[in-house]
């Protein structure tokens, strides 16, 4: 059966009132898992770090290390999403997407540039240098991501659209340009 009443204007503004409450409480009490944001940091460095190894090396066994280094990523963004989870209770929008797939900015630019300047260091046989690259790419992804979870504490509603359209556009460039670079070398 349905029910025929129809609420009034002010009961209607009580509920989105108490709705409002309710994410502002929400929002207010949401903790990050203890070494959330390191534990990303450190993932993204070796990540980092394994993709310059087999874009300089391009071997059987710098590939190998290449995909250990993204099923470590994958790894460690999926436990900690799902200890988010367990923390707080709640998902929240946007971020799996922006946080831990880096789909920001700044995040796409941390990246780009410790691959890049881990890659450097690699064709120039300085190998302590791609590491301080990979972790400064890995720092910068992290510090990325504590951005966007301080600016969707102080808008929830304004940070749990997907990314800008010329954000998507430039972390596609980033990932075309990689891919083609990979490709180049199996190819050579």
């Not at 988010?84 to 990246?111: E, I, K, P």
């Amino acid at each position: 059966m349905e029910s025929s009443h129809v609420p009034s204007p002010d009961d209607a503004a009580a509920a989105l009132l108490a709705a409002e409450r309710s994410q502002a409480d929400l929002v207010a009490g949401l903790r990050l898992p203890r070494g959330f944001l390191p534990s990303l940091a450190a993932a993204i460095a070796v990540q980092i770090l394994t993709a310059a190894i087999v874009v300089v090396v391009n071997d059987g066994v710098a590939q190998s290390v290449a995909l250990l280094g993204a099923a470590l990523f994958v790894l460690v963004a999926a436990v900690q999403l799902v200890r988010f989870r367990r923390v707080n209770g709640a998902w929240v929008a946007g971020l799996a997407h922006q946080v831990m797939l880096g789909c920001t900015t700044w995040s796409t630019l941390a990246y780009g540039g410790g691959l890049a300047g881990a890659a450097w260091a690699g064709f120039a046989d300085r190998w302590w240098l791609a590491v301080l690259c990979a972790a400064a790419g890995g720092a910068g992804y992290a510090a990325s991501g504590a951005l966007w979870i301080r600016r969707y504490r102080g808008d929830p509603q304004g940070h749990t659209q997907l990314t800008a359209p010329w954000t998507a556009a430039a972390a596609a460039l980033v990932l075309l340009a990689a891919a083609g670079l990979g490709l180049l070398l199996l190819a050579g």
